[in-house]
């Protein structure tokens, strides 16, 4: 293809609606959220750029949860095929904001770096569980239509709850 035509080929690609399959958006939320993490654990980060990074982080992901059980776990705690792992997904959300909040409240800055990589750790595992069981089960069982339908919620409540003013993950263009 000539790079003339595709140009416009890109073009094009932006101008469509944007994709509100709600799986893909909350896979572009994890990937900011691997991306923030991969600096936090970086060898040669000082404290000040983990604890920037963290501060980031913490806001993608409460925003990300929030709009996550809104959207997506609620409407399926009591489906039969979902119930273990929505359950599951919702109560370690809780524990997440717990060790959040915990971060805040340690005064010593090694135990908070700490603290930060151990977070990171219980993050990766709940994200590489939803994007290996839950994500491809529902994407096989639910329609498009209602994958659009739940992305669209998902999207306002991001917004609704994104605490700073950059648009990042699903929010960014
Ligand atoms: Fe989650
Ligand atoms: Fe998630």
């Known amino acids: 293809m000539s790079r003339k035509k595709t140009k416009l080929r890109k073009v094009a690609e932006k101008s469509q609606p944007m994709d509100k399959n709600v799986v893909a958006l909350l896979l572009k939320d994890h990937r900011s959220m691997k991306k923030l993490m991969a600096s936090i654990k970086s060898q040669r980060a000082t404290h000040a750029k983990i604890f920037s990074s963290f501060k980031k982080l ?3 992901v409460y925003s990300h949860m929030k709009a996550e059980e809104t959207s997506l776990l609620h409407r399926i705690q009591d489906h039969k095929v979902f119930e273990d792992e929505a359950n599951e997904g919702v109560e370690e959300h809780r524990i997440h904001e717990l060790v959040m909040k915990n971060v805040h409240k340690l005064s010593d800055k090694e135990r908070r770096v700490t603290q930060i ?5 219980f993050l990766e595992h709940h994200l590489k569980e939803e994007e290996n069981d839950l994500f491809p089960a529902f994407n096989k069982y639910a329609a498009l239509s209602t994958r659009k ?14 605490r700073s003013g950059k648009k990042i993950g699903a929010l960014a263009n």
């Not at 990589?117 to 750790?121: N, R, W």
């Not at 739940?150 to 306002?156: H, M, Q, V």
């Open 149 to 162: 339908k739940i992305g669209a919620i998902f999207l306002k409540r991001r917004k609704d709850t994104q």
């Open 117 to 121: 990589k151990i977070f990171c750790e």
């Open 58 to 60: 913490e806001k993608l």
